[in-house]
């Protein structure tokens, strides 16, 4: 969908991610990013016209756990508030539109989750339809080898360039203080490695994370005020892939194409993508519906390789490829997210600096 | 084994199990296809291209439009794509190390998921190993189990 407004990301913040983080409770875990990302810009919730965030129920163990979380950003006098059983990426979809459409002017978004209470390739199998393939309880890590598998068979990718992505992932992490893994074993040590879920080993997987993100959004003279350099959202897009995998080409993304298609990707150069990618393989997918070059540099921040809370991976996203916008380090970066097992959905969103 | 407690010394935990048991209504197309398995028959749907989807789903996986017409496929298929689970979870249909799979069944040209007892590369053939007590549940089909020495 094209703008009719001119809206931007102007604060980002993130926990330092950890595999588990038992002594803090969802609200103690998001509250002190809400507070910096709000901090950095001077802002109080008093200057938020909308709040909406991401988390999931079913990972939380408890219904309406969102409404809990609302103590983290302190809902009195009473905000204006939604939420999504999504990542934050598609939370901050929802502010744009609230935006868009004149509701509001500002907007914070996070998105978090504590995997660690649960098992967590368990609770995602959940995701699936409940009489075909629900009934199976089939991993997200077996099921991600299925597709893995499949782009092997088809010649598109090995296991020594999935290897290579892991590697090129989890050492420019080791730039990223808030990354979980940072740096990586050499290629040939890490394919030495027993498999996991053939054709996967530990590798080409993300970890599992506890943690959060939170964004704030600004339309037009107030993104300016808060940011001296704000990362304008030219387009954002989601679109959704059948849920019946065994009906379609697990090799592409076609849901991806559509989106990069409607955000307007083509229409400049790439400087920078972060890509929400939980397996290796899945990174090679998403470049090529995303049509991009050798010159775009992908995942500096590590990705999701690096660090993967559920809810957050792909608003964090959003979130790196703003630092590097507000920085100067890029001009204009595509940001993806993805939801599901096998890249079913995707959100691609087009963040630019003014020259 | 030691758990990183951010400084705070013993975390105290209780646990939490969580289950919300339902019986939904299945209608005319996965119904029929549920039905058919305890009956050790297995339907498929004729998508709007005239491909047959298997397992049938109520609207055509391209272009949405609803479909009505069930066709019998087979109890044999092809392997499409495949991967191994090492430490099976509660509630997987195998007790020990399998493989998790793709199967195009024949006279189908989507394929279903399940598990085969053994190991199979993409392309092996494979037929269902039906359960002995069969319930009209995608379970009713206990496992794949290889097929040797060609077919």
Partial sequence: ?355 | MTTDTGGVGEILEAPLVIEYPFNRTTGPVIGAFLTGLREQRVLGIRGADGRVVCPPTEYDPQTGEPLTEMVEVGTEGVVTSWSTVTTPRDGQPLPGHHTLALVRLDGADTAMLHVVDGHVATGDRVRIRWADERQGLITDIAAFEPIRGGA
């Fill in chain 1, 1 to 355: 969908m094209a703008p009719t407004r001119d809206v931007a990301i102007v604060s980002f913040a993130q926990t330092t991610h950890r595999r588990a983080v038992p002594e803090l409770n969802e609200v103690e875990l998001i509250q002190p990013v809400i507070r910096e990302a709000l901090d950095a810009i001077g802002a109080t919730i008093s200057d938020i016209g909308f709040t909406c965030s991401g988390s999931s129920d079913y990972l939380a163990g408890q219904a309406f756990s969102f409404v809990m979380t609302l103590d983290a950003v302190g809902a009195y006098p009473p905000i204006q508030e939604s939420h999504v059983e999504m990542d934050g990426a598609w939370a901050l979809y929802e502010a744009w539109l609230k935006i868009q459409s004149g509701h509001a002017d500002t907007a914070l978004v996070y998105g978090y989750s504590k995997a660690s209470p649960g098992d967590l390739p368990r609770v995602l199998s959940r995701q699936l339809d409940p009489y075909y393939y629900g009934p199976l309880w089939p991993d997200s890590v077996a099921l991600a080898g299925l597709q893995a598998r499949a782009m092997i068979d088809a010649g598109i990718i090995d296991e020594a360039e999935m290897a290579a992505i892991a590697h090129r992932s989890r050492e420019a992490a080791r730039g990223n203080p808030h990354a979980q893994l940072q740096g990586s074993a050499p290629i040939d040590e890490l394919l030495a490695a027993p498999y996991l879920a053939e054709p996967l080993r530990r590798h080409d997987c993300a970890p599992i994370t506890d943690g959060g993100a939170a964004v704030v959004l600004a339309a037009g003279d107030r993104a300016r005020e808060w940011s001296k350099r704000p990362a304008w959202i030219r387009g954002i897009d989601h679109r959704i892939d059948s849920h019946n995998f065994g009906a379609r080409d697990l090799t592409t993304s076609p849901s991806t194409e559509l989106a990069a298609q409607k955000a307007g990707v083509a229409g400049g150069p790439v400087d920078v993508a972060e890509l929400h990618a939980p397996f290796t393989h899945q990174e090679k997918i998403l470049t090529a519906a995303l049509g991009l070059s050798d010159d775009t540099v992908i995942n500096p921040s590590g990705g999701a390789l690096a660090a993967n809370p559920m809810m957050g991976a792909g608003l964090i996203r959003l979130g790196e490829v703003f630092k590097r916008i507000e920085s100067g380090e890029a001009n204009r970066g595509v940001a993806h997210a993805t939801s599901g097992h096998l890249l079913q959905q995707n959100l691609v969103a087009v963040l630019e600096g003014e020259r």
